[in-house]
């Protein structure tokens, strides 16, 4: 951490499991376990953009030619279905509703 600001030490328990998997992250970048829990929780931090996840990237790539009507929304400019099925995804996908 930079000497401009200020540290805090937090004590945290993780299982031995977790705690392994720290120490070999910290060995494979020669640095300590404390380095890389700041690494990965300065990570979760930064701003989320739902456009930048894999399901979102997803949505567009796909058409579905006779959609449920219960999943259209309205029609696009050339009169195609809109649906929300993106909206829906673990449903539309995970249990066939």
Known sequence: MSALHKSTEIKVKVSDALYGRLIEEAQRHN????????????????????????????????????????????????????TNYAEHVNSALYLGK
């Open 31 to 82: 640095v300590d376990v404390s380095t890389v829990v700041e690494r990965l929780l300065s990570q979760q931090l930064q701003p989320f953009d739902l456009t930048q996840t894999e399901t979102w990237q997803l949505c567009g790539a796909f058409t579905v030619t006779q959609p449920d009507p219960a999943y259209v929304v309205g029609r696009s400019e050339i009169g195609q279905a809109v």
